[in-house]
Structure formats: structure tokens, C-alpha cells
């Protein structure tokens, strides 16, 4: 059985910083690309980032130069690093390997 489950959310102070993380099982971790995806009030889901198998990453426009993906193999972790972090970054962000998915953590970024 597939798990993720994502920790690390909060409320936080603009320009404040959060590092969510997401913890695997019941999945070939390492073979896997992974993403952080997140869901603001009102929105579809988007994506925020992904890494591949091979630490290949890619990020959405607003999250460049602001948040760092990465990946611990050996401990089955997958990291978003979040900084400079505004408003509109308020949401439910969900972990995923792209067939599965975790509950998400809340993010609230206050003004």
C-alpha cells in the first residue's frame, strides 16, 4: 500500500520561510520523479515543482528562485523548501509521485 504523507506546514509571516516534507512508502522511491503540487481556496491544483529519479528539477514560474526541491533517497524523503514566501503562496500543498498522492499540509502565509 502506497503512503505519503506531508509535514512541515504552518502559518507563517510574509518573507518567512517553511520546509515541508513528504515521507514515502510502499513505493519504488528512488525510481520514482516526485512534486509538490498545492491548492489554493477556490483554485485547481498546480503544480510546484518536481525531481526526477535522476535529480533532474523543474519549477513553476513562481516558484523559481524561491523554492528548492529535493529528494533523500535513503531516508524515502522528498523536501520543499519554501522561502521569501507571500500570500498568494497560501494553500494546501500535496506530495506526490504522480499516480499517487498524499492529504497535503496546510500553508498560510499572513500579511
Known amino acids: 500500500q502506497v503512503q505519503l504523507v506531508e509535514s512541515g506546514g504552518g502559518l507563517v509571516q510574509v518573507g518567512g520561510s517553511l520546509r515541508l516534507s513528504c515521507a514515502a512508502s510502499?513505493?519504488?522511491?528512488?525510481?520514482?520523479?516526485l512534486g509538490w503540487y498545492r491548492q489554493a481556496p477556490g483554485k485547481q491544483r498546480e503544480l510546484v515543482a518536481t525531481?526526477?529519479?535522476?535529480?533532474?528539477?523543474n519549477y513553476a514560474e513562481f516558484a523559481k528562485g524561491r523554492f528548492t526541491i529535493s529528494r533523500d533517497n535513503a531516508k524515502r524523503l522528498v523536501y520543499l523548501q519554501m522561502n521569501i514566501l507571500k500570500p498568494e503562496d497560501t494553500g494546501v500543498y500535496y506530495c506526490?509521485?504522480?499516480?499517487?498522492w498524499g492529504q497535503g499540509t496546510q500553508v498560510t502565509v499572513s500579511s
Open positions: 510502499g513505493v519504488i522511491f528512488s525510481a520514482n520523479t
Open positions: 525531481i526526477t529519479s535522476a535529480y533532474r528539477t
Open positions: 506526490t509521485t504522480m499516480s499517487f
